[in-house]
């Protein structure tokens, strides 16, 4: 399975791609810990489901890069702030 737009991580993916993932995922989940959003909020305000957005920080979704802009606009930043504090 490819890493394609918000497809599930799962079996037949490198430890690095899932790694990568999932550093991705808590970068963004302490953004929006710091903004104050609860989950729920901050993928309304993307216009995600709760879940997708869950999925995301706990790096189960390849993100795609519209998403990735979505998402640092909710959390008031830049995609390349969330790439920096990921460590990517």
């Known amino acids: 399975m490819s890493l394609g737009a918000g497809e599930p991580v799962g079996p037949g993916h490198s430890p690095?791609?899932?790694a990568i993932l999932?550093?991705?995922g808590l970068a963004i989940g302490r953004r929006r810990v710091q903004r104050g959003l609860a989950q729920?909020?901050?993928s309304r305000r993307c216009g995600f489901h709760r879940t997708y957005w869950g999925a995301i920080e706990r790096g189960r979704r390849n993100v795609p890069?519209?998403?990735l802009m979505r998402i640092a606009e909710v959390l008031h930043c830049t995609p390349a702030d969330l790439i920096?504090?990921?460590g990517l």
């Open 16 to 18: 690095d791609e899932q």
């Open 22 to 24: 999932v550093a991705l």
């Open 40 to 42: 729920e909020e901050a």
């Open 65 to 67: 890069l519209l998403t």
């Open 84 to 86: 920096e504090d990921a």
